[in-house]
Nanobody
Framework: QVTLVESGGGLAQPGGSLRLSCTAS????????MGWYRQAPGKQREMVAA???????NYADSVKGRFTISRDNAKNTVDLQMNSLKPEDTAVYYC?????????WGQGTQVTVSS
């Protein structure tokens, strides 16, 4: 089916930036929505940002103005540019896609924001 692979996670200082990338491969269905979720230790997984095939975006209030989601429909990728990072952004970030057939999750990539 569809395989999602995230990259770009790592360690950043408060106020710094990271860029996450997710690539979809395998049997590609219509990727109606692509997005990013995150889960911090002891917390519920939450939606961070999402983008439709038409380019409409939605952001969690906690990241609005700091994060930017984008996608390349030709390459089947979705990116998350994270600026002005805060320690509370520390989490495992997961790529998710909503297709015409199924919903798929990536394996996750760790983002740690610490001085």
């Amino acid at each position: 089916q569809v395989t999602l692979v995230e990259s770009g996670g790592g360690l950043a200082q408060p106020g710094g930036s990271l860029r996450l990338s997710c690539t979809a491969s395998g049997t590609i269905f219509n990727l109606y929505i692509m997005g990013w979720y995150r889960q911090a230790p002891g917390k519920q997984r939450e939606m961070v940002a999402a983008i439709t095939s038409g380019g409409s975006t939605n952001y969690a209030d906690s990241v609005k103005g700091r994060f930017t989601i984008s996608r390349d429909n030709a390459k089947n990728t979705v990116d998350l540019q994270m600026n002005s990072l805060k320690p509370e952004d520390t989490a495992v970030y997961y790529c998710k896609v909503w297709t015409s057939v199924i919903n798929c999750w990536g394996q996750g990539t760790q983002v740690t924001v610490s001085s």
